[in-house]
């Protein structure tokens, strides 16, 4: 990656490693992160989960609330 963005993201997760920091960077763009579909079925239930919560926590390691 390059471009103005990706070295300031660079730098800070430097600085927070170097005091003694875990960083994760996420890459948005390479994500497949949709807004609702006001379908009103998923997420009622561990039966109907949110079909986006599925997409966008697929790949990840850790599991992000909305």
């Not at 390479?30 to 561990?46: A, K, V």
Request: aromatic content about 6%; charged content about 25%; some cysteine.
């Amino acid at each position: 990656m390059k471009g103005n963005t990706i070295g300031l993201v660079e730098a800070f997760k430097q600085g927070a490693e170097e005091a003694g920091h875990t960083v994760e960077v996420f890459n948005l763009q390479r994500m497949d992160i949709h807004p609702c579909l006001g379908c009103l079925g998923g997420g009622r239930d561990s039966k109907s989960p949110c079909l986006q919560k599925l997409r966008f926590t697929h790949g990840s390691r850790r599991q992000y609330t909305g």
